[in-house]
């Protein structure tokens, strides 16, 4: 990718060497001693040692603190906790605190601010209250963040840079003039002529014809809704602008400390957000991502599962680690509740069984005071006498015994499911056929019925190779991406069973529809052809002649080649396909042009994975969720989380790490339970 806002990145060449946090997975999370009086601090890492915690992320947000006032920096208390860590073992993730600029800085410069769509600046006091096109809060932040890396190079308790916080969450959009200003600069170089321009965003609607570069606003505050194409584009840039941050702080990290590995920590789950992370993994040495359960949620430990996968497939299936998750409630969610009886060692588990090495919380000790103090943390409110603290100390002699699955990768799975960010970023733009579409919704649904049935699943990027996998599935891949429906046809014709579902293939990448019916991209590979939408109210349902019901989306289909399996038997479209394959090659390409209700969906995945050849990941009970990392050429390790109120069981034959017990058959996983089965030879 080459654009004016990372090309100054310079060729520095990253660490080879898997950058170990820890001597074994990590466990630990976001430290922050500057809030708490000295002999917290030294109750905190006896606690620590305690708990097995091995790896804390230090300094995030510590700016005001570091350097109190403009050049002025005092480095005291910070010297002493990495000494106190670096004494008690502990390695420190060391960040660069520029998510919360210092309130001096906000003062002189108050134009370093986020300005919002209607023209707001945000006020000081927040956090990643600044622009990331700011020229004035990039020369400060750097400087902050050279004098960092000078103090701390040879420091012994650093083991790794942690860039900044969340980069894009509260900064994800920003309207204020360098911005619109970098945005015309990014149109410049993406279209080189204007007339591209207006040809890609149609521009013709509404007489919006550009004649040169410098009228194109930001997408700031409208009464009606803006050009789509517009909206997509703002989005590319602003993930760039981001991103471009991030890789100028990275450059200065890697002159001063060349060996030491750099992370930022991704939030892979947060759909709305603008970071388009297939740019920024190559950036960083050690993906790490952000989780967080959402409480209401039902489906929230399938989410979990399904936002590992995709961590994994931007790690192009290297081991990554959970940098921040939660021990129990957030502070963000209206009601915030706090995790049920086993569930924070087996979301923290079922992360590792999703490849992650380690896993870190937000946060070590629970504020008194500031915007997050009712956030859940190792050590809870209440102190170490206390569920939470017990639960992660027990967590820790978990993570100890298995150990041995360190830099291991998780087997290949047999099914894909295609999951693209600038789709999700197509679909917010601007008015749509429905308001009741999410995008992970039908992601999530699939990967629930997969796992119930312990069939692993891959969560691959638009442009992954899929060829190799048995089954690929499409769900609501709103924006086509270039080369798509080429690789979809490419594996449906060497065998595989390809699902593409409603909302898939819309648009193209400059977010126009494909014009000659829906689904434009896919109709020929699918043999049909959509020719108006019939989306479903809220609480709207209608039956499907297998005897399912179905809600949400609905679609008159006609076929074209393929042939219907399943149709519609109520309302408007009655008689009309729901469901059809068509025969590719030595595959075949399936449509679903509705959602079912979890029984007629399960049906057709069962037929699709049957007709695929798909396996489990081993025998075992519907519900158990499997998965499998491996060394190469050696060693494997089989994970059976058990979610479920009854006991669970699979085929194994191996040792328990978690228990240090022999097995061999049948493998009994307790209610709310786990295994994690180092295979014998197989
Ligand atoms: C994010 C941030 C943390 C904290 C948590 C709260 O992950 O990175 O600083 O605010 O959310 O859940």
Same mark, same amino acid.
């Given at each position: 990718?080459?654009?004016?806002?990372?090309?100054?990145?310079?060729?520095?060449?990253?660490?080879?060497?898997?950058?170990?946090?820890?001597?074994?997975?990590?466990?630990?999370?976001?430290?922050?001693?500057?809030?708490?009086?000295?002999?917290?601090?030294?109750?905190?890492?006896?606690?620590?040692?305690?708990?097995?915690?091995?790896?804390?992320?230090?300094?995030?947000?510590?700016?005001?603190?570091?350097?109190?006032?403009?050049?002025?920096?005092?480095?005291?208390?910070?010297?002493?906790?990495?000494?106190?860590? &670096?004494?008690?073992?502990?390695?420190?993730?060391?960040?660069?605190?520029?998510?919360?600029?210092?309130?001096?800085?906000?003062?002189?410069?108050?134009?370093?601010?986020?300005?919002?769509?209607?023209?707001?600046?945000?006020?000081?006091?927040?956090?990643?209250?600044?622009?990331?096109?700011?020229?004035?809060?990039?020369?400060?932040?750097?400087?902050?963040?050279?004098?960092?890396?000078?103090?701390?190079?040879?420091?012994?308790?650093?083991?790794?840079?942690?860039?900044?916080?969340?980069?894009?969450?509260?900064?994800?959009?920003?309207?204020?003039?360098?911005?619109?200003?970098?945005?015309?600069?990014?149109?410049?170089?993406?279209?080189?002529?204007?007339?591209?321009?207006?040809?890609?965003?149609?521009?013709?609607?509404?007489?919006?014809?550009?004649?040169?570069?410098?009228?194109?606003?930001?997408?700031?505050?409208?009464?009606?809704?803006?050009?789509?194409?517009?909206?997509?584009?703002?989005?590319?840039?602003?993930?760039?602008?981001?991103?471009?941050?991030?890789?100028?702080?990275?450059?200065?990290?890697?002159?001063?400390?060349?060996?030491?590995?750099?992370?930022?920590?991704?939030?892979?789950? &947060?759909?709305?957000?603008?970071?388009?992370?297939?740019?920024?993994?190559?950036?960083?040495?050690?993906?790490?991502?952000?989780?967080?359960?959402?409480?209401?949620?039902?489906?929230?430990?399938?989410?979990?599962?399904?936002?590992?996968?995709?961590?994994?497939?931007?790690?192009?299936?290297?081991?990554?680690?959970?940098?921040?998750?939660?021990?129990?409630?957030?502070?963000?969610?209206?009601?915030?509740?706090?995790?049920?009886?086993?569930?924070?060692?087996?979301?923290?588990?079922?992360?590792?069984?999703?490849?992650?090495?380690? =896993?870190?919380?937000?946060?070590?000790?629970?504020? =008194?005071?500031?915007?997050?103090?009712?956030?859940?943390?190792?050590?809870?409110?209440?102190?170490?006498?206390?569920?939470?603290?017990?639960?992660?100390?027990?967590?820790?002699?978990?993570?100890?015994?298995?150990?041995?699955?360190?830099?291991?990768?998780?087997?290949?799975?047999?099914?894909?499911?295609?999951?693209?960010?600038?789709?999700?970023?197509?679909?917010?733009?601007?008015?749509?056929?429905?308001?009741?579409?999410?995008?992970?919704?039908?992601?999530?649904?699939?990967?629930?019925?997969?796992?119930?049935?312990?069939?692993?699943?891959?969560?691959?990027?638009?442009?992954?190779?899929?060829?190799?996998?048995?089954?690929?599935?499409?769900?609501?891949?709103?924006?086509?991406?270039?080369?798509?429906?080429?690789?979809?046809?490419?594996?449906?014709?060497?065998?595989?069973?390809?699902?593409?579902?409603?909302?898939?293939?819309?648009?193209?990448?400059?977010?126009?529809?494909?014009?000659?019916?829906?689904?434009?991209?896919?109709?020929?590979?699918?043999?049909?052809?959509?020719?108006?939408?019939?989306?479903?109210?809220?609480?709207?349902?209608?039956?499907?002649?297998?005897?399912?019901?179905?809600?949400?989306?609905?679609?008159?289909?006609?076929?074209?080649?393929?042939?219907?399996?399943?149709?519609?038997?109520?309302?408007?479209?009655?008689?009309?396909?729901?469901?059809?394959?068509?025969?590719?090659?030595?595959?075949?390409?399936?449509?679903?042009?509705?959602?079912?209700?979890?029984?007629?969906?399960?049906?057709?995945?069962?037929?699709?994975?049957?007709?695929?050849?798909?396996?489990?990941?081993?025998?075992?009970?519907?519900?158990?969720?499997?998965?499998?990392?491996?060394?190469?050429?050696?060693?494997?390790?089989?994970?059976?989380?058990?979610?479920?109120?009854?006991?669970?069981?699979?085929?194994?034959?191996?040792?328990?790490?978690?228990?240090?017990?022999?097995?061999?058959?049948?493998?009994?996983?307790?209610?709310?339970?786990?295994?994690?089965?180092?295979?014998?030879?197989?």
């Amino acid at each position: 990718m080459s654009s004016t806002f990372i090309s100054h990145a310079a060729d520095h060449p990253a660490p080879t060497a898997f950058p170990w946090i820890a001597d074994g997975l990590a466990l630990g999370g976001d430290y922050s001693p500057e809030q708490w009086p000295d002999e917290v601090w030294a109750e905190d890492v006896a606690l620590m040692r305690e708990a097995g915690v091995n790896s804390v992320n230090l300094g995030v947000f510590s700016w005001g603190l570091l350097e109190v006032a403009n050049g002025e920096f005092d480095w005291g208390w910070l010297d002493r906790a990495m000494d106190l860590l &670096h004494g008690a073992g502990i390695g420190v993730n060391l960040a660069t605190p520029t998510a919360a600029p210092p309130m001096w800085l906000l003062q002189a410069h108050p134009e370093i601010a986020t300005v919002d769509a209607d023209g707001r600046r945000t006020g000081p006091g927040g956090r990643l209250s600044w622009s990331p096109s700011s020229a004035t809060f990039r020369r400060y932040a750097l400087r902050m963040v050279r004098a960092l890396a000078e103090r701390y190079a040879e420091h012994p308790a650093l083991r790794m840079w942690h860039v900044s916080n969340e980069v894009g969450n509260e900064n994800g959009w920003t309207y204020d003039d360098e911005t619109v200003a970098a945005w015309r600069v990014w149109l410049e170089e993406h279209y080189g002529d204007v007339a591209a321009l207006n040809a890609a965003w149609g521009s013709a609607f509404w007489g919006h014809h550009y004649t040169a570069f410098s009228q194109v606003g930001g997408p700031r505050h409208s009464r009606t809704s803006h050009n789509p194409g517009m909206l997509l584009d703002f989005e590319r840039f602003t993930s760039q602008a981001l991103l471009g941050h991030v890789i100028a702080e990275r450059e200065v990290l890697r002159e001063v400390t060349p060996n030491v590995p750099i992370t930022t920590n991704f939030m892979v789950q &947060h759909s709305p957000g603008v970071d388009d992370y297939r740019h920024w993994t190559g950036e960083v040495d050690l993906v790490a991502n952000d989780h967080y359960t959402m409480g209401p949620d039902p489906r929230r430990a399938s989410e979990l599962i399904f936002s590992a996968a995709r961590t994994r497939g931007l790690a192009e299936g290297r081991p990554w680690l959970l940098i921040e998750h939660s021990t129990g409630a957030v502070n963000w969610q209206g009601v915030n509740r706090a995790k049920g009886p086993g569930e924070l060692r087996l979301d923290s588990l079922s992360h590792v069984a999703g490849g992650a090495d380690g =896993t870190l919380f937000f946060q070590w000790r629970a504020s =008194t005071a500031g915007a997050e103090q009712f956030h859940s943390a190792i050590v809870p409110h209440a102190g170490a006498d206390s569920t939470i603290f017990r639960d992660v100390t027990a967590l820790g002699a978990d993570l100890r015994s298995l150990a041995p699955i360190r830099g291991s990768r998780v087997e290949a799975a047999q099914v894909a499911l295609v999951f693209d960010h600038e789709s999700s970023a197509a679909w917010r733009s601007g008015p749509k056929p429905t308001t009741l579409f999410r995008d992970i919704d039908l992601p999530v649904r699939l990967v629930e019925a997969l796992s119930e049935r312990g069939v692993a699943v891959d969560v691959v990027p638009a442009q992954a190779d899929l060829r190799g996998y048995r089954a690929v599935l499409v769900p609501t891949v709103y924006l086509a991406q270039d080369g798509l429906a080429e690789s979809l046809r490419t594996a449906a014709e060497a065998g595989a069973s390809v699902l593409v579902s409603y909302l898939s293939g819309i648009v193209d990448p400059s977010n126009r529809v494909i014009p000659g019916g829906y689904p434009g991209a896919f109709r020929e590979l699918l043999g049909v052809r959509v020719d108006e939408f019939f989306p479903l109210f809220e609480h709207e349902r209608v039956r499907l002649d297998d005897g399912a019901e179905a809600d949400l989306w609905t679609e008159r289909v006609a076929l074209d080649g393929a042939e219907a399996r399943i149709r519609l038997d109520s309302g408007d479209l009655a008689g009309t396909p729901a469901l059809t394959r068509h025969a590719v090659g030595a595959g075949a390409a399936w449509y679903l042009a509705t959602r079912p209700e979890r029984a007629g969906l399960e049906r057709i995945l069962d037929e699709l994975l049957a007709e695929a050849g798909v396996a489990p990941v081993a025998p075992a009970d519907r519900g158990l969720v499997l998965a499998r990392r491996r060394h190469e050429g050696s060693a494997s390790y089989l994970f059976a989380v058990n979610r479920t109120e009854q006991p669970l069981g699979l085929q194994a034959s191996g040792t328990d790490l978690l228990t240090g017990e022999n097995v061999d058959g049948r493998v009994e996983v307790p209610a709310r339970g786990i295994r994690v089965i180092q295979e014998s030879a197989r």
